[in-house]
C-alpha cells in the first residue's frame, strides 16, 4: 500500500507547496490524536534545523498538537538525534523534527520519532495518514483540555553532556586543531561546543544560519570549502555535519574526504578490538562500496545489505543485533547510544580512534581502496522514467555487459524526483560507460 504523505524519512517537499501550514496542522492533529493514551498530560517535543520555513511549520504544528490536547516543549534549532535522544530523556510521547535534512532551505519535512526515540513504522504513519485526512474537527480536545507549548532552554546543553558521555572520562582532545562545518544547520551551536569542552582547537564554519544558506556551499554535500580550511589551517581533521545534523562525512589534514564506508571500517575494526561490537559484522545499504565488504571480510566480519534509507539500516540492525550499521552518505547508527544516526557522535569516535593510535587521520580513516564507483543522479518533472521501455533495455543491456563483474543499482530516491544510477566493478571504464547509457535513456524519458 503506497502512503500518500510519508517518504522513507517522514514528509517532506517545498516548504508552502508541498509542506504547508495546513498539511502541518493536520499532521499535529493526527500524530497527537494516534499518541494521545491515558489519562496524563501526554507530551510532544519539537526540534528543527535553520530554515526559515520552520517557523511557520513549527507554529502550524504545535496549533495542530495542542488542539487535540498535547502539552508541547520546542527546543528551537536542534540536530535530528538530539531530537530523538531528548523524546526519551524528557519522557514525551512522541518527538517530532522540522527539517528536510541535507536539501535546499526551499524545502522542510517532517520527521516523527515514537517514545522510545525511534522513527515510526509503517503501520503507525498508515495511522497518521489515514487521521490527515479525515474530519479532525470531530476529534478536537474540549475547551479545557487543551494542551500548553513552552520553550526548553538547556536542550542543547543537554545533548552536549549526552555527546560528550559517549567517550572514555578520562578521554581529552587536546591538541587536536579540528575544523567542524556545520553546514550553517541544527548543529550550528552544539557540535563546536562539545568538541570545545572535550579540548580540542576548533576553527568553526557554517555556523552564521540567516533562514536561506543551510547546505549552501557548505556542509557534507559541499565539502569543498572545509577541504579547503583544513589545509589554510594545517588542522588535523575536518568534519563535515548536514543540515540536520545526522549524517557526517571526515576530511584528512591532507584536504581529503573519508566516506562513511571508511568510517564503518575505522569504528567496526575498533569496537571489535574492544570487544564492543555486538556481532561480527556491520549493516549497510547496497549503495556501500565493494571495498568495505571485501575489507570486513578479510578482518572476519560481515557486510549485511539493505535497501537505502536509514531506516531500513536500524530495521536490520534491530532485527538481527548489531550495533554498527549506516551508509556511505556518512549516516551511521551507533545504536549502543543513538536510534538514528549522529553525525557529531560518529565523529568524536572516529576522533577517539585518532587519539588512541597516535596517527595521522590519513592513516587511520584509510581502511581499504574502494572499488571504483560511478554514480549520476537524473531529475525529472513527473511520470515514471524507469517504467519507460528504452529505460528498461538500457538497463538489461548494461547488466548484459557487467556480466556479474561488478554492480549496477538504479533506483528513485525517497526523498526527492530524481533518479539514481550507481555502477561499481573493477574496470572504471565499463562502468562509466554502462552509467552513461543509462543516464542517457533516463534523461531522454524523464
Known amino acids: 500500500m503506497a502512503r500518500k504523505y510519508f517518504g522513507t524519512d517522514g514528509i517532506r517537499g517545498r516548504a508552502n507547496g508541498t509542506i504547508t501550514p495546513e498539511l502541518a496542522l493536520k499532521v499535529g492533529q493526527a500524530a497527537g490524536l494516534v499518541f494521545r493514551r491515558g489519562d496524563y498530560r501526554n507530551r510532544v517535543l519539537i526540534g528543527k534545523d535553520t530554515r526559515l520555513s520552520g517557523y511557520m511549520i513549527e507554529t502550524a504544528l504545535v496549533a495542530g498538537f495542542t488542539s487535540v490536547g ?9 540536530p ?8 526519551r530523556s524528557m519522557r514525551a510521547d512522541l518527538g517530532v523534527m522540522i527539517s528536510a535534512s541535507h536539501n535546499p532551505y526551499d524545502d522542510n519535512g517532517i520527521k516523527l520519532f515514537g517514545p522510545d526515540g525511534f522513527k515510526l513504522s509503517d503501520e503507525v504513519e498508515y495511522k497518521i495518514e489515514e487521521l490527515v485526512d479525515s474530519e479532525l474537527v470531530k476529534m478536537l480536545a474540549k475547551s479545557a483540555d487543551l494542551g500548553r507549548a513552552r520553550r ?21 582532545l587536546d591538541g587536536l586543531r ?40 557548505c556542509g557534507s554535500t559541499e565539502p569543498a ?136 587521520v590519513s592513516s587511520v580513516c584509510h581502511r581499504f581502496d574502494p572499488l571504483p564507483q560511478v554514480l549520476k543522479n537524473v531529475r525529472y518533472k ?16 548494461a547488466q548484459a555487459r557487467l556480466d556479474g563483474h561488478g554492480r549496477l543499482i538504479v533506483r528513485s530516491s525517497g526523498t526527492e524526483p530524481v533518479i539514481r544510477v550507481m555502477g561499481e566493478g573493477d574496470d572504471k571504464v565499463l562502468i ?3 552509467v552513461d547509457g543509462i543516464v542517457d535513456a533516463l534523461t531522454s524519458a524523464a
Open 70 to 78: 498535547l502539552d508541547v516543549f520546542q527546543t528551537g534549532p536542534m
Open 80 to 87: 535530528t538525534p538530539a531530537v530523538a535522544m531528548l523524546t
Open 152 to 172: 526548553i532552554d538547556d536542550g542543547q546543553g543537554r545533548y552536549v553532556e549526552f555527546a560528550k558521555r559517549t567517550l572514555p572520562r578520562n578521554l581529552s
Open 178 to 217: 579540528v575544523v567542524v562545518d556545520c553546514a550553517n544547520g541544527a548543529a550550528y551551536k552544539v557540535a563546536p561546543q562539545a568538541l570545545w569542552e572535550l579540548g580540542a582547537e576548533v576553527i568553526s564554519l557554517g555556523v552564521d544560519p540567516d533562514g536561506f544558506n543551510i547546505n549552501r556551499e
Open 225 to 360: 570549502p572545509l577541504c579547503r580550511k583544513v589545509k589554510e589551517m594545517r588542522a588535523d581533521i575536518g568534519i563535515a555535519l548536514d543540515g540536520d545534523g545526522d549524517r557526517v562525512l571526515i576530511v584528512d589534514e591532507r584536504g581529503h574526504i573519508v566516506d562513511g564506508d571508511q568510517l564503518l571500517a575505522v569504528i567496526a575494526e575498533s569496537w571489535k578490538a574492544d570487544g564492543r561490537l555486538a556481532k561480527p559484522g556491520v549493516v549497510a545499504t547496497v549503495m556501500s562500496n565493494l571495498g568495505l565488504e571485501r575489507y570486513l571480510g578479510k578482518l572476519e566480519m560481515s557486510l549485511a545489505r539493505t535497501p537505502v534509507g536509514d531506516r531500513y539500516v536500524l530495521e536490520h540492525m534491530r532485527a538481527h543485533g548489531f550495533n554498527v550499521g549506516g551508509e556511505a552518505s556518512g549516516h551511521i547508527i551507533l545504536s549502543d547510544y543513538t536510534t538514528t544516526g549522529d553525525g557529531l557522535l560518529t565523529a568524536l569516535q572516529v576522533l577517539a580512534v585518532v587519539k588512541k593510535q597516535e596517527q595521522p
Open 382 to 397: 513527473s511520470g515514471k522514467p524507469l517504467e519507460s521501455a528504452k529505460v528498461r533495455d538500457a538497463i538489461k543491456d
Open 432 to 434: 562509466e560507460e554502462v
